[in-house]
């Protein structure tokens, strides 16, 4: 995702299923919850309807001052028709004919936006299809919501599924051209979103604020009828009826046109954060022509400088004799910061990385005031304190509780941390730095890979080899296999794709019959592709959309990644992180691929409060230490050789290795991301800067630099689905953390109960949606309400025997 995502309802679902678009899922609240949702990133995750209803991603958290690959993205995407009878092999439906043999052009019944088809056109959707496509899709929803609203009545097939079916159309083909946006980026593409967006939202805010709609809702929940509705159909009811309030719905008509104003100018405003710090990242490029520069770089490093500085003309570069060309792309930036020996290459990147969007006109400074000004104005309007209140209601935690967290596990990491920077000090000084007693943050990442190295002999370039990409889904998909009894089998030509390097999988239960598909970008492409890793839905499961009317519409997901491309003839090698973030992301997407929920707008990842969106990909990465599922993945591309035993054992020890800081950096972002929808003022005395600096006192054991502007590229919260939410990761890490503890319980060697035990999260976790609140799914899957101790104690933040 990333989703996600991964990870809000009609309103909610519509800007989920199109927000959802996260990341990476990400959330934004604008129609219906179905619109909106999550994100998941991402890890982020991953994301619900509202204005907002770009349907986030999931994109992953994130992780640590070197590793940003979970910024995130927001495009939310639902479209194929599909129904289990039509899919009874992988290979059994061929691609869509109109995706190969579309003309273009304004002419609006051969524009693919507007086909009938399986699975989306992703190959031939240009933006000359933008706004003839979408401005006759809205016509064609702006009828079909005339002719709901006069036919209404509080009964199922009279209010749910007509509603069902136009944010679903909503959120397939807005999601279509979002994604597109974010893994293809062109200037003309988004000048032509950014055109029909202001109509868009128009949409989808009449959509969420229609009184015939709210009070149907209300006559189903004040039924006689009420209690013998299933428990997701009542979930279905209550989050309808809270999203419209939360989208203005009882607002006067003078209050409901300011509310408006500012939802359309929330969603401007986040789409032009998100491009500036697309563009910010791109603009800077650095290129070198002394390798002694560069000294240090692993070979991987400098054949991805050689292969930029190729795309940018020099065509004979090469990774031996250059030239090589830095960018601020995560690959090249996290290399630079962990093995570049030349410090004063390592403040130039890192200066510049820290300041990206934050100054000329790409500066996002203005765009933060202005989005915090408005949501405060939007909460006022709502009758709440403040935004993070508005966030709240929709999530399983209030402001209270997850500040509550976020000290615990303050607490818990403060000493550890500050060890860990102590510990740098130390060993620097033991090699000669003479940095050594005066460590600044271009130094943290170089010299934590040295002590890393040092500790337990492990090099992240050198384990490169035993981490293909081919390899690492293999050992993926058989660990699916075992834990959830599913086949993942390549699917590669029966999809349209947006580029070559895109996979495509079918997803089928143990009696063989297809239950899902996804589509798998891995690799980064920084010209044209945003930054992060997330998880989107392309289409949910859904009854409703059937296409026979029986069986229901099988889900579709897509998992976006950014990592080590192909390079000559060596296969893309990953770092162990980058396994990690896969393992993340698809964790997203099993949640969204194995539900068993029929009613679409609480199916998969829909309707799944915020918080808890990210349980199952934090679940997944515990896995990467899990010596089978390692040792099935760590195979060396060219021998075949496995992980050897000591290096797996040391891989597992440095697991915890500075949990402390990296504990703290995501608390720091949670508390920052909560401090602004809180208690800051607008326009007041303190600047966000100001209020960066603050947090960070209690937050950061080293202090940000006073020119840092990470808050102009914090996509999470200014352009995704985590505003007032950023907590999430933590707060959803304490779930899956426990979670995952059930398997250590039941004996992780014991392959008849990690079965067993998967089996049941597959039935409750991953089956039942957001069609039953997460605090009882999870106590149907555990036994009991959660607990912190598995997490502090994984982190290595609690000894063992606690």
């Known amino acids: 995702m990333r989703i996600t995502r991964h990870f809000n309802t009609i309103f909610v679902i519509v800007n989920v299923l199109l927000l959802m678009a996260s990341a990476r899922f990400s959330l934004s609240r604008s129609l219906h919850p179905i619109l909106k949702r999550p994100h998941f990133s991402s890890y982020p995750s991953c994301p619900r309807f509202a204005p907002k209803v770009l349907l986030k991603s999931h994109p992953c958290p994130l992780w640590s001052s070197s590793f940003s690959l979970c910024l995130q993205t927001y495009h939310r995407s639902t479209s194929p028709y599909l129904y289990s009878s039509s899919f009874s092999s992988c290979s059994s439906l061929s691609p869509p004919s109109m995706a190969s043999s579309v003309s273009v052009g304004d002419n609006i019944e051969s524009n693919p936006l507007l086909q009938d088809f399986d699975f989306p056109p992703f190959d031939v959707v240009e933006a000359k299809h933008v706004r003839p496509g979408i401005r006759a899709l809205l016509k064609k929803l702006e009828s079909d919501l005339d002719e709901l609203e006069k036919t209404v009545e509080p009964s199922w097939p009279k209010l749910v599924e007509p509603l069902e079916k136009i944010v679903d159309r909503l959120t397939v083909v807005w999601g279509m051209v979002n994604h597109l946006k974010a893994v293809k980026d062109t200037a003309e593409l988004r000048a032509a979103i950014e055109e029909v967006q202001p109509e868009k939202v128009k949409f989808q805010l009449r959509l969420g604020q229609s009184k015939p709609i709210y009070n149907a809702f209300k006559a189903i929940k004040e039924s006689s009828d009420w ?419 000591e290096v797996y054992l040391k891989l597992l020890a440095a697991r915890t290795f500075r949990a402390g800081s990296l504990s703290l950096r995501q608390i720091k972002f949670a508390s920052l991301d909560l401090e602004l929808h809180t208690k800051y003022i607008p326009d007041g005395s303190e600047s966000i800067y100001d209020v960066d600096q603050r947090v960070s006192k209690k937050t950061q054991v080293i202090p940000p630099l006073p020119e840092d502007r990470f808050l102009c590229v914090f996509n999470h919260i200014f352009a995704g689905g985590y505003a007032a939410g950023y907590y999430s990761y933590k707060w959803a890490e304490v779930l899956s953390a426990d979670a995952f503890s059930a398997f250590e319980d039941a004996g992780l060697e014991d392959t008849k109960a990690v079965k067993e035990t998967g089996h049941k999260f597959r039935e409750t976790i991953l089956a039942l949606g957001g069609g039953k609140a997460p605090l009882e799914v999870f106590v149907e899957f555990r036994g009991r309400e959660p607990s912190p101790e598995a997490l502090l104690r994984h982190n290595g933040l609690l000894p063992a025997t606690a």
């Open 227 to 645: 209690h013998s509705l299933s428990e997701a159909r009542k979930r279905i009811v209550d989050t309808q009826i809270k999203e419209a309030v939360l989208n203005g719905v009882s607002l006067e008509d003078d209050k409901r046109e300011q509310f408006n104003k500012i939802e359309q100018e929330l969603e401007r405003l986040a789409h032009k954060f998100s491009e500036n710090v697309l563009d910010a990242t791109k603009k800077f490029e650095k290129l070198i022509t002394d390798k002694k520069e560069i000294d240090g770089l692993p070979a991987t490093a400098l054949g991805l400088a050689a292969q930029s500085a190729v795309s940018k003309g020099h065509e004979n570069a090469t990774a031996e004799n250059g030239p090589w060309m830095i960018t601020l792309d995560a690959p090249s930036f996290i290399s630079v910061m962990q093995h570049a020996c030349n410090r004063d290459l390592r403040e130039e990147v890192y200066r510049a990385y820290i300041t990206r969007a934050s100054s000329g006109d790409l500066d996002n400074t203005p765009i933060i005031n202005q989005i915090l000004k408005l949501r405060l104005e939007k909460a006022k309007l709502l009758n709440y304190n403040n935004y993070a209140e508005v966030s709240m209601a929709t999530k399983m935690a209030t402001v209270d509780k997850a500040e509550e967290l976020l000290e615990k596990l303050r607490s818990a990491s403060w000493n550890a941390a500050v060890q860990d920077v102590e510990d740098l000090k130390s060993y620097s000084k033991s090699q000669g730095a003479p940095e050594a007693d005066n460590l600044s943050h271009w130094d943290m990442s170089f010299w934590s890979e040295r002590l890393r190295e040092s500790k337990y002999d492990i090099n992240e370039e050198e384990l490169r080899p035993y981490f293909s990409f081919s390899k690492v889904m293999d050992g993926l998909f058989n660990l699916a296999k075992i834990l959830f009894g599913i086949d993942i089998e390549p699917a590669d030509g029966l999809a349209p794709v947006w580029n070559n390097d895109v996979r495509f999988y079918c997803v089928k239960d143990s009696s063989g019959s297809p239950i899902a598909y996804f589509y798998f970008d891995p690799y980064s492409r920084p010209s044209e592709k945003r930054e992060g890793a997330w998880m989107d839905e392309v289409v949910s499961r859904s009854r409703v959309l059937s296409r026979n009317g029986t069986a229901s519409r099988l889900p579709i997901a897509h998992m976006v990644c950014n990592q080590t491309p192909p390079f000559g003839d060596k296969p893309s090698l990953m770092t162990f992180r980058e396994v990690e973030t896969v393992f993340h992301e698809f964790g997203h997407a099993l949640q969204h691929m194995l539900t068993k929920q029929d009613e679409g707008l609480v199916a998969g990842i829909r309707g799944i409060e915020w918080d808890a969106v990210e349980l199952p990909s934090q679940f997944m990465e515990n896995w990467c230490y899990h010596r089978d599922t390692l040792m099935s993945i760590a195979k060396h591309y060219q021998t075949g050789e496995s992980l050897p035993e």
